[in-house]
């Protein structure tokens, strides 16, 4: 259809708005139209490597300059690009470019080794390589299609093996109009990428650049002073977060506030503590919480403006293309009621490749089940409590490990707080927690579970508290990962 | 498709932000919330009445309040609102009454002897008894599909019938997005509509509205001081207008400057003249030249603020989604060379009711012709010369009415101009220029002409200034219709 063709997408700005900041890092600035340059160049080297319309072509590159410069080359051909999560090992790698049919793999020269066992069929080219590498005429397209695949991003479950969540360029397109129909769009909007841009959190704002004509402040590595100066005095307006990256902010910030100019803290990545959530209340600190995953190319519900303060907590409602329910046993429940979340819009993958059976598990009749609990209060606010898998059920009853880490991180002595499920043979599964003080800080295992005992029904109050020294095992993303937290328990 | 679905818009703002402000009249102003309510009103007593999902129902009605609740209960039902230009005379809106194939004519009591000639199967309602009417049950749509058609909205050629132009729920959902990815999007933002709600250029505001969730400030009438009288006091930041209506503000504003507020004047419905244009630089104010027409559900081009003084006359280029060329005897032109504007993107019309041969004759591979003559510059920018239709061909050369327009309008005694051509049997046409100045103020035809010979070629020139004393002839969105001005030479 007609409406689903819209010009090159970066050709576009770079025609729109050639002069403006696309990109800036610790080392220089890049406007559209150079941005542009450099993605034809792109082009030009992957044309001459082979690539072609439709081929998948795998990225193994944190967030540095080359991976915008890359993206945009593979869409230019209109190949596929398959986001590899930095963090894998060599095992995972192998599997996920086996998996996704890969051509070739572009990997960031400090990853050579997780390559040992990388399937011989893939070509594999170094940064450096690709950034020395000759270049051909590729054959640039100038319009895209929404309904074509524009991503394919791992997502691990619990159990099994990860999916390839193919996400189109309508997904990508949505999404960003969705976030500007909430946020609003300002002409000196800039916002913040220390997300990791082969997750959907960073690649939604890398979109948005293009979309918006909006520079990125690209960071390669999360460190909250360096952050906090950016926003302080490069007149950062946005950033995403997880809500660790936050706590470590404002632990930063002191008695300083942010400049008037910042105005969104898009928090994502799971529920988040309340405590931490009154801090920023405090400090005037603009906390947009808000509700996503790669399925959904990253938020399809957040919380807006005028409902920051007096539904604290709440991860909002569904932006304005998309919505949401909460389901159990196949019905819907009333308000206050716990179920999974179940989603639609045009932001919904169209499913995972090659994987017919978790597509047509996951997604009926366009309606996407999440594997999230949560409710929604009685004016439609949404509140997540936990991942179905991270559920604990302590005889017969549902324990949510966030409400009880919520509780544990208010204590002033605490960093980190994971809580997962041990089994037990009289309750099935009782709570256990992992915690972290900040450095220099003391607290006793009595003192914690003495705080829980206060603010939790009996059977939500852990078993056991065990100190972690390193900190709690977190993904690419800094989210919480209970995975490894129940292994710790094996 | 999946991503063709949205939710109903009206309540998906409604269930956003109830309490924000959706309308604002001299009487009162109502929310998004009340906005719902009383469409679901509308939409109950347009099913006690029998319409259905699908039904055409023609409303004549102008810029009052119940032309938004009627317009939205429609949507809750799916029905197809056939919007008539209050302008038309009986024999007109009989005709596309009858062409359009409406089922029920909802019109304003103050238009109720022009319907003296309506068909007898369309059923009449007058605001009044709609006001008063029963409500029986809707059965209100939860989701809309972006491929159903919203509105015909039928326009006039110089020659033969009109033409009704159906306008997608896509078609307006795109245009809302388009123009604020260029204009941005700020929580206080409030655009005042003045031009009629039955053109595309009112019904786009009432449609940003909810997609923005951003209250419109409805006027009437046309009338510069209570106009500027709201910019000045309501916070409006946003006006869309004609020339004509940016003259009179103008002039009414004086040595008075508009509020820093006050960011964008969307000016549109045909070339502005420069002078006009150099005025409102001197004055600050915001001036968005766009290019568009009810065939593209209002703007598809818009210069953006970054090249607003330095492209002063241009109407910029292709918002983000869309795509324009300039073509001349099937061949793309090159820069600075005129010829017919063709453009593409999902604000595009699928077509025209009931008229195969029309749509075919307009929209070539989703590309539609305009009809519109003009030229990009050499950095791409559009400049519109004029209507084709308007075009006067004089010994073979081609001249541009507005080119002749801009020079007469640069006279200060001058408020009206539009020239037009006159059989001439040596040069087949010769211009003709009709005038009227402003009250008060005193021109010799003489004075005219000379002004004329220094700025334009010979054959451009005038062979005759007509004076005009009641204002030359527009239809109801203030565009001067030059068909009208031919008819006075006959």
């Known amino acids: 259809m007609a409406s689903d063709i819209m010009p090159n997408w970066l050709i576009k700005r770079a025609d729109l708005s050639p002069e403006r900041v696309a990109l800036i890092t610790e080392e220089a600035t890049w406007t559209f139209n150079e941005l542009h340059k450099l993605s034809v160049s792109a082009a030009n080297k992957l044309s001459a490597l082979g690539v072609k319309h439709g081929d998948h072509v795998a990225v193994l590159i944190g967030n540095r300059k080359e991976f915008l410069f890359l993206l945009h080359g593979l869409e230019y051909i209109g190949a596929v690009a398959v986001l590899l999560n930095t963090k894998l090992t060599s095992h995972e790698i192998s599997w996920q470019l086996e998996n996704s049919e890969s051509r070739l793999l572009v990997f960031d020269d400090v990853f050579l080794e997780k390559l040992e066992n990388a399937p011989k069929a893939v070509k594999q080219l170094s940064l450096a390589e690709f950034i020395n590498a000759e270049e051909g005429k590729a054959t640039i397209r100038f319009e895209y299609d ?52 082969f997750h959907v959190s960073g690649l939604s704002i890398l979109m948005k650049s293009v979309f918006y004509g909006m520079p990125i402040y690209l960071v390669e590595k999360f460190d909250p002073a360096k952050v906090n100066m950016a926003i302080e005095n490069y007149h950062v307006t946005h950033i995403s977060v997880v809500s660790q990256m936050l706590v470590r902010l404002v632990a930063d910030l002191g008695e300083r506030v942010y400049p008037k100019s910042f105005r969104c803290a898009l928090l994502g990545g799971g529920p988040a503590p309340k405590p931490l959530l009154e801090i920023c209340k405090e400090k005037g600190i603009p906390v947009y919480q808000s509700y996503g995953m790669t399925e959904t190319s990253s938020q399809i519900a957040t919380l807006s403006t005028e409902y920051m303060l007096s539904k604290l907590g709440s991860a909002g409602k569904s932006l304005f293309p998309a919505q949401l329910r909460i389901e159990k046993d196949g019905k819907e429940q009333s308000a206050n009621e716990a179920g999974e979340i179940v989603v639609k819009g045009p932001v919904v993958t169209k499913g995972y490749w090659k994987n017919e059976e978790a597509t047509e598990k996951s997604i009926v009749n366009a309606w996407l089940y999440t594997g999230d609990i949560g409710y929604l209060d009685e004016d439609g606010f949404l509140y997540v409590l936990d991942r179905r898998n991270d559920l604990i059920i302590s005889g017969g009853e549902n324990i949510y490990p966030a409400e009880i880490e919520a509780v544990i991180l208010s204590h002033s002595a605490i960093e980190e707080a994971g809580v997962v499920g041990q089994s037990d043979e009289k309750w099935g599964q009782v709570p256990i927690a992992f915690v972290k003080t900040w450095d220099g800080e003391m607290v006793t295992k009595e003192e914690i579970l003495s705080l829980c005992k206060e603010r939790l029904a009996k059977y939500k109050v852990p078993v056991d508290v065990i100190f972690v020294e390193d900190g709690l095992p977190r993904n690419a993303s800094n989210k919480l990962m209970r995975k490894e937290l129940r292994k710790l328990l094996d």
Chains 1, 2 share one sequence.
């Open 146 to 197: 929404l309904n074509e695949v524009h991503t394919i991003i791992y997502t691990s479950g619990t159990t099994g093996n990860p999916k390839g969540v193919m996400l189109s360029y309508g997904n990508h397109w949505w999404n960003a109009v969705s976030s500007s129909l909430n946020l609003g769009l300002h002409m000196d909007d800039c916002w913040l990428c220390v997300t990791p841009l």
